[in-house]
């Protein structure tokens, strides 16, 4: 068999370019691009879904990977894919954001560990809900839906020197906001809750000077907070599910709109 250098480039650039951006996605997604999860497997699951996508999709354009116009589209599929893999992304930050809040009101914040995903330290409670969005992700089958929104993404935003352009950076963008209020609907019960132990607590200063504050209000904080997060936990893991494919139609639609 004899390739001429045409053919050999087609099929390079035909393999290349599907690789950049599902590598990119697979570098910033949640679960695949945890801590513990070895280099080798991401690149390794990038290759074989590679493998498996490249024969379905479009020809390639007609550009050399070492061109101006190659690095372009080189660029754009890298802005692609870490777009993609963000937006999931911040499913999980909600969560990080839901245990900061209340592990503060709880006088719990000093307690941290090492986040596995992101490798920074977090709250243990933080890392309790983003176990459990974790969980629910990977029950309904997000992961999934994810990869199969990455392949649909060729065929609707093919491979070319056009990426999301300036609408779907923007809404990228606009989509953090929907994070914090996200972060706001899921802590206000816990924080409504703690606020009134607070709010006990300054009136008992008031009432009573010499009780030592600190060393009464600090164990009735924690059981109260814990008290609270034990009898809203069934509806609020019940709303992930909401929350998560909430998510993942908008990448969807960042996809549709770039």
Do not use: C, K
Request: hydrophobic share 60%; glycine share 8%; charged share 5%.
């Amino acid at each position: 068999m004899q390739f001429s250098v045409a053919e050999l480039m087609a099929l390079t650039t035909g393999f290349m370019w599907p690789l950049v951006r599902i590598s990119a996605m697979f570098a910033v997604m949640p679960v695949i691009s945890a801590v513990h999860v070895p280099p080798r497997v991401r690149a390794g699951l990038a290759l074989v879904l590679t493998l498996l996508v490249a024969p379905l999709l479009p020809p390639p354009p007609d550009v050399s990977p070492i061109s101006g116009a190659g690095l372009v589209i080189v660029f754009h599929q890298v802005v692609v894919g870490l777009a993609m893999g963000f937006t999931i992304r911040l499913i999980f930050v909600v969560f990080e954001l839901v245990g900061q809040v209340i592990a503060q009101h709880m006088a719990l914040h000093f307690a941290s560990l090492v986040d596995p995903n992101s490798g920074v330290q977090m709250p243990m409670l933080g890392q309790f809900y983003i176990i459990l969005a974790t969980l629910v992700f990977l029950a309904i089958n997000g992961h999934l839906v994810a990869i199969e929104i990455l392949v649909e993404s060729f065929r609707v935003l093919p491979v070319g020197q056009q990426g999301l352009g300036a609408d779907g950076l923007w809404a990228l963008v606009a989509q953090m906001g929907w994070v914090f209020t996200a972060a706001v609907m899921f802590a206000l019960p816990a924080i409504a809750a703690l606020l009134v132990v607070n709010l006990a607590f300054g009136v008992m200063t008031r009432a009573a000077p010499q009780l030592n504050i600190f060393s009464v209000g600090f164990p009735i904080t924690l059981l109260m907070g814990l008290g609270v997060i034990f009898f809203t936990l069934p509806l609020f893991v019940r709303q992930m599910e909401p929350l998560i494919e909430s998510a993942l139609e908008f990448l969807n639609a960042l996809i549709g709109a770039g």
